[in-house]
């Protein structure tokens, strides 16, 4: 784990702290309303069960400055490079995720320094949800 790291110093191998949070119908609702989609696939119960969470929430949620353990010094700001996502199953409301970072390879291009790394999402019965890739570069700040 990375704990008491800035998050530009955490190496190859090296984890964010773990984030969690749960989806109720509410919380669903209100982000529905924000991006106006009110899709009946996000809204009703259907027979293969519970109102599906939107993609888009479960990405909101996953951004790795979500993380406990994520800590940069004033002045210094992370910015989103690239990202690749995959959605394996439908995110349901009501369910607990589980969001995981894990850095899996550190570079530099044209003097500045990029952190990749692969995202994770799970439920709380255990079913991969989403998968992503992200690369984030850091800016100013003092080292």
């Known amino acids: 784990m990375s704990e008491g790291k800035r998050a530009d110093h955490v ?3 090296e984890e964010f702290e773990p984030y ?3 989806v109720t119908h509410e919380f669903n ?3 529905l309303e924000a ?3 009110q899709s009946p696939k ?4 259907t027979t293969s069960g519970p109102p599906i969470v939107h993609p888009a929430l479960l990405i909101n ?19 989103h ?3 690749e996502v995959q959605y394996l199953n439908p995110g349901r409301v009501g369910k607990t995720f589980r969001v995981t970072w894990k850095v899996v390879d550190v570079y530099e291009r044209r003097g500045r320094l990029y952190q990749v790394k692969d995202v994770s999402i799970i439920d709380d019965d255990g079913v ?10 850091y800016i100013a700040g003092e080292e």
């Open 42 to 45: 996000y809204l009703r119960v």
């Open 20 to 22: 969690e949070f749960r």
């Open 35 to 37: 991006i106006q989609d």
């Open 81 to 83: 490079a690239k990202e």
């Open 29 to 31: 609702l209100q982000f």
């Open 11 to 13: 190496g190859i191998g």
């Open 128 to 137: 991969d949800i989403l998968r992503r890739k992200i690369i984030d570069t």
């Open 61 to 79: 949620q996953s951004n790795v400055t979500r993380s406990p353990s994520f800590r940069l010094p004033p002045g210094m700001a992370a910015v």
